[in-house]
């Protein structure tokens, strides 16, 4: 495998999977979308693979699993077949040379009795030299199916004539292909190319899976997406510390959308006492914050919101979001990271202003949803609402203030109602 | 019997011969609106009926409902036993109300975990609705993926195969949802990205979509727009 400098990193704090299982889809449809043969498909997928397997040992998962070709893939072409099994050939040429210096065991998932014969040896002689390597484990499936998989493991079962009575979980699990890993239970299940489908891989193991589907092929499939993914995984795994968010969520939407709107509405007056008392009664309302530190969160909030806001100070703004968030998550045990979110927050409003229609806020829609992710922990997908509703919110005050009436004031207002009661509704 | 049965479709259109439903997002419906988590499983159960009936209107032939999980059943038991205490005062109800429009009843998972008056209700309900000709609907009860394989494998091993015996076929026989058309929709509600061990052996070519909406207030129109997109999606079967 060549050396590719990729310097990804997650930020501290990542939630980082032990396991990651790929379903490979899309070569030939990335092929045919360019007017390639099927072959120069799988090529690029077989390149896309490589870098994403050394992305992913960069990133310290353990456990890879790739499925390349299944039990009922026998059915297509012998060309195309010999296509992909040269590919093999060539993988396992790779990846013997890498194999050593990255500490990686080799595990063939699947039928043996199918494969071309070399393959099959080179597989043996590859899980024979890197069987006592323990850093990471890559399984290739190759002539895998699931329902094989379950089936081949019940007749050794069978054939050791183990007694029903002495039959559980953990004994089935020593008689499938992921005997004696570290983390045969797959934590994160990609699968390129857009189809919502298992495809039977790995049925037993993928009871506890987060699912990801990525619409692209895997030949577009770079490691900054597979980074992207594992962040998404991390923020479904919510962590609290022994603190449950939802104590801290005990807010009344109304009440809150109502205070914070009080607050957007008196921008305009600089640094003013009552400003900073709306902003204080609001984070009181939202973060159940003591008096003290109410009034400590609100200062950093407001010098932020109007250093963004009259001086477009984005540094400036940061460094005081960054103090508000550390406040907030100290108190309220979240487990994001106050730098990240603040530049989110900031890039929010960056994005955000002067937009007057969704369709302009696509940028900041996103960040939005990437913000409300990463501080409540949750994934982007489950951000997706309340991120929408922010935007809208947002939208409308932006009308309000370029003098459009006082109709949008009371819009925006019923967003953030709607905002806060979909993030309650979320992370409760 | 039952298999010969299910040959004979009567569908227009593309319809799933089999949705599952993985229900969740009932304790959080509740806790957004300050109510006790329990509201929100009495909440959910009344979403089952509607979503049950559109099916069977549509053609469905085998509706599924992860109900409780056996991890669900571990619970600590001051909430296990609210839960009980739901099924006991609905399921019944439910059931019978199902049972009057033809529907046929399973019970899918170890029954054994419950208690023993809520496992003569589930067994009546299954013995009532025996010969029910309509659409079938499994509720998932103490019901886990490993554990429905682990009990397959113990019966094949009781019933003396041999390892040649061992097919695709034979294993399918012995799961919960034996002469059953495999699900070939599996939807789960409440805005998460996994099935937590909903048939991992019969889900292998579902369609899987994850829908935001927590159960509470998941709708029949939102079961036509999904069943819409699964018309769109290109079924390969692996192939």
Known sequence: MEKTKTLLST?????????????????????????????????????AMLKVARASQELGIHTLTFWGFSTENWERSSKEIDNIMNL?????????????????KFVHLGRKDKLPEDIIN??????????????????????????????????????????AEKVDERLFSSYLDTKDQPYPYVDLFIRTSGEQRTSGLMPWQME????????????????????????????????????????????????????EIAWWRLRKIPKGTRFQDYAFNHLREQFGLSKQLAKEAAKYLIVAFLEQDNGRNWEKAKINLKKFYKLIKDEVKLAFEPSIVASMQVK????????????????????????????????????????????????????????????????????????YRALKERVA | MQAERLKTPEIEGDVPLHIAIVMDGNR????????????GHKEGARTIEPIAFRCRDLGVQVLSFYTLSIENLSRPPEQVGALL??????????????????????????????????????????????????????????????????????????GNFSTDDVTPNLIKDFLDTSGQPDPELVIRTGRRSRLSGFFPLQSMYSEIFFSPTLWPDFTVDELNQIIAWYRVQTRTFGR
Request: aromatic letters at 8%; a positive charge.
């Open chain 1, 208 to 259: 506890y899976a987060e699912y990801y589907f990525e619409a692209d092929h895997l030949p577009d499939f770079t490691p900054e997406k597979l980074r992207n993914a594992i962040l998404d995984y991390s923020r479904r795994r919510r962590r609290f510390g022994g603190n449950d968010i939802v104590e801290h969520l005990t807010f009344d939407p109304k009440v809150v959308a109502k205070l």
């Open chain 1, 348 to 419: 929010f409003w960056e994005d955000m202003a002067g937009k007057e229609q969704v369709k302009a806020a696509s940028d900041a829609e996103e960040t939005a949803r990437e913000l409300v992710a990463e501080v409540n922990r949750i994934s982007l997908f489950q951000a997706a609402k309340a991120a929408h509703l922010l935007v809208l919110a947002n939208i409308e005050r932006n009308l309000a203030e370029r003098g459009s009436g006082e109709k949008h004031w009371d819009k925006a207002q019923d967003y953030l109602e709607r905002f």
């Open chain 2, 28 to 39: 959080r419906w509740a806790k957004a609106r300050g109510i006790l988590g329990i509201e």
């Open chain 2, 85 to 158: 205490n739901v099924l006991r005062n609905q399921a019944d109800k439910l059931l019978e109300r199902l049972d009057k429009d033809n529907i046929r009843f399973k019970a899918i998972g170890d029954l054994g975990l419950f208690p023993l008056d809520l496992q003569s209700v589930f067994k009546d309900a299954e013995q009532r609705s025996a010969g029910k000709t309509g659409m079938i609907v499994n509720l998932a009860l103490g019901y886990s993926g490993a554990d429905e394989v682990v009990r397959a494998v113990k019966k094949i091993i009781r």
């Open chain 1, 122 to 163: 080179a597989f043996n002689k590859l899980e024979e030299e890197t069987k006592h390597y323990t850093r990471h484990i890559l399984n290739i499936a190759l002539d895998y199916g699931g329902k094989d998989e379950i089936l081949r493991a019940t007749r050794k079962i069978i054939e050791d004539k183990i007694p």
């Open chain 1, 88 to 104: 093999v050939r060539h993988f396992v040429e790779d990846f013997t040379k890498d194999a050593k210096k990255e500490g990686v």
């Open chain 1, 11 to 47: 930020p501290k704090g990542t939630h980082i999977p032990n396991h990651i299982a790929i379903i490979m889809d899309g070569n030939r449809r990335w092929a045919r979308a360019k007017g390639l043969p099927a072959s120069e498909g799988h090529k690029a997928g077989y390149r």
